[in-house]
């Protein structure tokens, strides 16, 4: 008998007699999710066990919101304080969050509402640049920029437009868009391409 077929027939036995006693590890285990008057979840209940003879573990998620219904935190079963912070501004866009496990994270939104400007843990900078107001197609986005920290800044991301013809606006104006790695570029103006183009690039090639 072929050697990688035994070995396929003794991991569905195990498996077989694996799925009782799964079953019966995983009985009277469930989730209970609590909600306030505003269908918010603020506390999770999950309850947990490795072997039948364990009683079950409760492991509790607790989640604070504003008055305006924005998360404010949440505490995992890990740690006794919050492991998530977030802050929002006045229009409800999350602006700075604070995990145990990437850091801080500021994100900064125009007044369109559009990104802006974003910051991570390792103070790696992003901007994001859209025409300006004396353009007749302004709002597109054109490119994005990337700093890390002690580094020159360098275009990460770059969009290039269709002319503005009757033609051309008839279909999607996003041609041709090049990031670092592996910038496609869209031989044609419709919403789905019908032929794209890979290739590698220098970042200062952007």
């Known amino acids: ?4 077929l035994i070995l396929l027939i003794s991991t569905l036995e195990v498996l077989c007699l694996s799925l009782p ?9 469930p989730t209970i999710k609590v909600q306030d008057n505003r269908g918010l979840a603020i506390r999770t209940l999950e309850f947990y066990r490795t072997t039948t003879e364990d009683p079950p573990e409760i492991r509790l998620i607790q989640q604070k919101f504003s008055a305006i219904g924005n998360l404010l935190s949440q505490q995992d079963p890990r740690l006794t304080i919050p492991n998530f912070l977030s802050q929002t501004s006045l229009t409800g866009n999350i602006i700075h969050t604070k995990s145990q496990d990437s850091g801080n994270l500021f994100t900064l939104n125009d007044i369109e ?32 920029d990337e700093q890390v920290a002690n580094q020159p800044s360098q275009i990460r991301e770059r969009f290039i437009y269709a002319p503005a013809t009757p033609e051309s606006q008839a279909y999607n104006l996003c041609v041709k868009s090049f990031v670092t790695m592996i910038p496609p570029a869209v031989n044609n103006n419709k919403v789905l391409p019908f032929k794209d183009i890979f290739k590698f690039i220098n970042a200062s090639y952007c």
């Open 1 to 4: 008998m072929n050697v990688t």
């Open 113 to 144: 509402g559009r990104s802006f400007y974003q910051q991570d843990a390792r103070h790696t900078q992003r901007n994001w640049l859209y025409e300006s107001a004396e353009s007749p197609f302004m709002g597109r986005l054109l490119a994005i």
């Open 21 to 29: 006693l799964l079953a019966l590890i995983h009985q009277g285990t």
